[in-house]
């Protein structure tokens, strides 16, 4: 894989007390890779530091963090300021949480845009009706507030504020943990085109197994703050570790009901 776009190596992650992140390695080139685990794994805290988001008294170390280049051991405020949203960006969790309930739509992804950008108001005016396009949103969602969103239009939003800075990694943590089934389809599947379509890549963490196998190119599977496995995301129906195996064989549905799902034994050591 010739473009790299992030590049980890050694990267720990503490607490006082804890250690959250420890020891992890991965490359990202222009492509989907998913990291799955349950909550408490590292994946949002991994996340974190490829955006300079980990808080204090959270402290990183790695023997290479780098992402379009940029060592992000050393960089300045104003070096984030330049990567952030322009290089990658950050599609959250919740819009009811991540977006301001007293702004409107225009006004947070005008926000977005002129942060990174020295635009004329007509350059931004259509680098917004883009990004709203892209997201298949209407023109007049831009005068609505949050509370007035639902969840799916809400996400597509956060999804919309991302994109206008045309980013070049894309990270989306749980985008479809608050929606319906049918929402989280339309969810990713609106994702992979705006990826394929900009040359993006993207890091997606999730805990939906099946849409990672569906979606993405590659998956790593991480444990009490270490990945303990990794593959091709269609192998995921057949993985052969004990922990990657439980968590895809414990899902409900209609096939399971009435059953007990099974459960993962944690006297195993799984990590490292």
């Known amino acids: 894989m010739t473009d790299i776009r992030v590049a980890v190596s050694g990267l720990t992650i503490d607490y006082p007390g804890a250690r959250v992140v420890n020891n992890l390695s991965f490359t990202l080139g222009n492509e989907r890779l998913a990291l799955v685990g349950e909550s408490g794994s590292g994946k949002s805290m991994t996340a974190r530091a490829l955006m300079g988001l980990v808080r204090k008294p959270g402290n990183v170390n790695a023997q290479q963090l780098e992402v379009l280049g940029h060592d992000l051991r050393s960089l300045t405020p104003r070096g984030w300021r330049h990567l952030r949203g322009n290089g990658i960006a950050m599609v959250l969790q919740d819009p009811r949480y991540a977006l301001n309930p007293v702004k409107t739509v225009l006004a947070q992804i005008d926000e977005a845009l002129t942060l990174h950008q020295r635009l004329s108001r007509t350059e931004r005016t259509e680098k917004i009706l883009d990004a709203l396009h892209a997201v298949e949103l209407e023109p ?40 319906d089934a049918r929402l989280r389809n339309q969810i990713l599947e609106l994702l992979v085109a705006q990826c394929e379509q900009r040359q993006m890549a993207m890091l997606l963490i999730s805990h939906d197994l099946p849409l990672v196998a569906q979606h993405c190119h590659r998956v790593m599977v991480m444990y009490q703050g270490e990945c303990v496995d990794a593959m091709p995301a269609q192998a995921l129906p057949g993985a052969q570790h004990p922990y990657t195996r439980t968590l895809w064989r414990c899902r409900p549905g209609a096939e399971t009901y009435g059953q007990m799902l099974p459960t993962l034994d944690r006297s195993q050591s799984f990590t490292g």
């Open 140 to 179: 007049a969602v831009l005068q609505r507030y949050p509370g007035e969103l639902s969840g799916g239009m809400g996400q597509r939003v956060m999804i919309a504020m991302a994109l206008v800075n045309d980013p070049k990694v894309l990270i989306a943590d749980e985008p479809t943990s608050a929606l």
